[in-house]
């Protein structure tokens, strides 16, 4: 029985953490991070 809620409490926590980074929203913030190793070190200063 524990064993069984447990699964599902991580499940639904994996499936909101999936959502989270899939949404659309957070496009834009995931854009940024995704450049900032080729950034210059003058540009990461703005």
């Known amino acids: 029985m524990v064993s069984g809620i447990v699964t599902t ?26 450049r900032l190793p080729l950034a210059d070190e003058g540009e990461d200063a703005r």
């Open 9 to 34: 409490v991580l499940l639904a926590l994996f499936l909101l953490g999936w959502t989270w980074a899939w949404s659309p929203r957070r496009r834009a913030d995931f854009d940024a991070a995704a």
